[in-house]
Nanobody, 129 residues
Framework: QVQLVESGGGLVQAGGSLRIACTVRPGRTFSRAAMAWFRQAPGKEREFVASISRNGGSLYYADSVKGRFFVSRDNDKNTVYLQMDNLQPEDTAVYYC?????????????????????WGQGTQVTVAS
């Protein structure tokens, strides 16, 4: 079965940075998939954060994180990253990665939860004010 494992979450002060990662198994699934990050705060719906096409050529961000968060992928490591700079308390959430197998010419943006069929279990990011 397809497995997505997130890592790198933690506690940070406002204005600080974290980089979280998600590794996908098997690698063939990762190389053929658009990847995304979503987040969910307590009592709220899961929301889109960022996505990246299967070849890394197309990037999309929620307005709330644009200019602060940066998504990238390393297909050799079967890993997608989310670099989070200038973190704010409202960024506190469980961050989930998701994979959507796509054809080569379909680059997204894939911002809907329903676009994705494979999900990780999440990593907690807590930003102290």
């Amino acid at each position: 079965q397809v497995q997505l494992v997130e890592s790198g979450g933690g506690l940070v002060q406002a204005g600080g940075s974290l980089r979280i990662a998600c590794t996908v198994r098997p690698g063939r699934t990762f190389s053929r998939a658009a990847m995304a990050w979503f987040r969910q705060a307590p009592g709220k719906e899961r929301e889109f954060v960022a996505s990246i096409s299967r070849n890394g050529g197309s990037l999309y961000y929620a307005d709330s994180v644009k200019g602060r968060f940066f998504v990238s992928r390393d297909n050799d490591k079967n890993t997608v990253y989310l670099q989070m700079d200038n973190l704010q308390p409202e960024d506190t959430a469980v961050y989930y990665c998701a994979a959507k197998p796509t054809i080569l010419t379909n680059n997204g943006p894939f911002t809907s939860l329903s676009d994705y069929g494979h999900w990780g279990q999440g990593t907690q990011v807590t930003v102290a004010s």
